[in-house]
C-alpha cells in the first residue's frame, strides 16, 4: 500500500484529471462543471481529497483516515452554498470514488501478481476507501449546514436567491425583486463577470467592478459575490466599453480578468447580458486564453465554433491556411482592414502606418489564405478571433 500510494502521489495532477472525468461523467449539477470558477475550484478540492488519503495511507496503511477538511474545500463548500447549489451531490462523489478506485485497482494488479496478498490488499484498500469518503460527506455536510444557517441569517442570501430565481426565468415580480436587490430592473442593463487567477489577487475584485462601472458611464452598479475569486455586476447603461478602453481601466490590476455581456433591457435584458458574459469567460477558460478583456459581442461567433475544440482547430487550419501560424502584425491587419469596412485608408490609420504598407500586408495576406480575404471574409474573421484568444 505504501509502494502504490507513493507512485500515485508523484503522479497526482494526472490521477486528479482522471477522478474528475469520472465524477462529472453523469454530474447532476452542469453549473458546476461548465462555471470556470467552480470547476477550478472542484479541481482544488479533489487534488486535496486524493492527496489526503494517499498520504494518510503512505504514513499508517490501512487504517482509518480522517474526514479532508482543508482549507480548499470549505471554500468551495462556501462559494455552492452561495450559489444555491446542493454540496450533497452523491452523483459526483461517488463518481470520484469510482475513479479514484480504478487507479488504486490498477495499481495493485500491477503491484503483485500474489493472489492471496492481492485479495487481502484489496479488502484493506477497499475498506479505507469507501469509510474516508463516508466520513467526509458527513463532514462535509455538518459544515454546509452551519454555513446554509450563518448565510440565511444575513440580507446575502436573499440577494443570491433572487438572482438565481432570475436567472432561471422563474415567475417573480419586478417589484419584489427591485425591492430585495437594491436595483432597478427597468431600462438597459450590461452584464460583466470580473474573476481574479488566483485568492492572492481576489482583493483587487472590487476596484475593478468600480472601474468597470466607470467606464461603463453608469451611475451605481449592483454587484454579488459569486465566489471567493469572482464577482457579478450589472450596471444600468446601454454602453459596452470597447476592450482596449478596459483593458487600460484594467492595468492597475494584475490577473484580474472581466467578461462583458452585451446591452440587454429589462427583466430579460438582466438575465440575458449575465448569460452572454457567463459565455465570454467559458470561452476564455475552454481556450486557456490569458487575455484580461473579453466581450461577447466580438466573440459570439468563436463561443459557437469552440463548443468542440478539434472541429475549432481544424475551421482554422482550412480557413487560414499558413495565415495562422503567420505574423501576428500581418494578421491584426487584416482584422483591422474588415473591422474599418474594408477601407484600407481607415485601416492604416488606426494601425499608426501607411496605406501602401497595409495594401502590401494584405497582398501576402491573399497569398498564404486558402481563399482570397474577399471571398471568405466573415469565416477568416473568425478564425482570426480563434487564433487570437488562444495567442
Not at 123 to 135: G, H, N, P
Not at 294 to 310: G, K, Q, W
Not at 320 to 341: H, I, K, M, N, S
Amino acid at each position: 500500500m505504501r509502494d502504490i500510494a507513493e507512485r500515485l502521489l508523484a503522479s497526482t495532477s494526472v490521477a486528479v484529471d482522471e477522478v474528475l472525468a469520472a465524477a462529472h461523467q453523469d454530474a447532476e449539477y452542469r453549473a458546476l462543471v461548465e462555471d470556470p470558477q467552480l470547476a477550478a475550484a472542484d479541481r482544488q478540492m479533489s487534488k486535496a481529497y486524493f492527496r489526503h488519503w494517499m498520504s494518510a495511507t503512505l504514513q499508517n496503511p490501512g487504517a482509518r483516515v480522517e474526514p479532508c477538511v482543508d482549507p480548499e474545500v470549505l471554500q468551495f463548500a462556501r462559494d455552492l452554498v452561495r450559489r444555491g447549489l446542493d454540496m450533497h451531490d452523491l452523483g459526483s462523489w461517488r463518481g470520484a470514488q469510482h475513479g479514484a478506485w480504478d487507479l488504486w485497482v490498477d495499481a495493485c494488479f500491477a503491484a503483485t501478481t500474489d493472489v492471496d496478498e492481492l485479495r487481502d490488499l484489496m479488502k484493506v484498500s477497499e475498506r479505507s476507501m469507501v469509510t474516508f469518503i463516508d466520513d467526509s460527506i458527513a463532514a462535509l455536510d455538518a459544515y454546509v449546514e452551519q454555513e446554509r444557517a450563518d448565510l440565511a441569517r444575513g440580507a446575502n442570501a436573499e440577494r443570491h436567491s433572487t438572482v438565481q430565481l432570475l436567472l432561471e426565468g422563474a415567475p417573480i415580480g419586478r417589484a419584489l425583486a427591485e425591492s430585495r436587490l437594491g436595483y432597478a430592473l427597468t431600462g438597459s442593463h450590461v452584464a460583466a463577470i470580473i474573476w481574479s487567477d488566483s485568492a492572492d489577487e481576489a482583493t483587487g475584485l472590487d476596484a475593478a467592478a468600480e472601474a468597470v462601472m466607470r467606464i461603463c458611464a453608469a451611475p451605481r452598479r449592483f454587484t454579488l459575490n459569486a465566489s471567493a475569486t469572482a464577482l457579478w455586476v450589472w450596471v444600468p447603461t446601454d454602453m459596452v466599453p470597447s476592450a482596449e478602453t478596459a483593458e487600460d481601466a484594467l492595468a492597475a490590476h494584475p490577473g484580474i480578468h472581466v467578461a462583458f455581456g452585451r446591452c440587454g433591457r429589462d427583466l430579460d435584458g438582466f438575465r440575458r447580458s449575465h448569460m452572454d458574459a457567463s459565455a465570454a469567460q467559458r470561452l476564455l477558460t475552454r481556450m486557456g486564453s490569458a487575455r484580461p478583456v473579453v466581450r461577447y459581442e466580438d466573440v459570439a461567433l468563436v463561443s459557437v465554433l469552440t463548443a468542440d475544440m478539434a472541429q475549432a482547430d481544424q475551421f482554422v487550419t482550412d480557413t487560414l491556411g499558413d495565415l495562422a501560424t503567420a505574423d501576428p502584425v500581418l494578421r491584426q491587419t487584416v482584422l483591422t482592414y474588415v473591422r474599418e469596412r474594408f477601407n484600407g485608408s481607415a485601416a492604416a490609420e488606426r494601425m499608426f502606418t501607411h496605406r501602401n504598407t497595409i495594401e502590401r500586408r494584405l497582398a501576402r495576406a491573399d497569398q498564404l489564405l486558402p481563399v482570397p480575404l474577399a471571398d471568405n471574409a466573415a469565416s477568416v474573421v473568425a478564425a482570426l478571433m480563434l487564433v487570437q484568444l488562444r495567442d
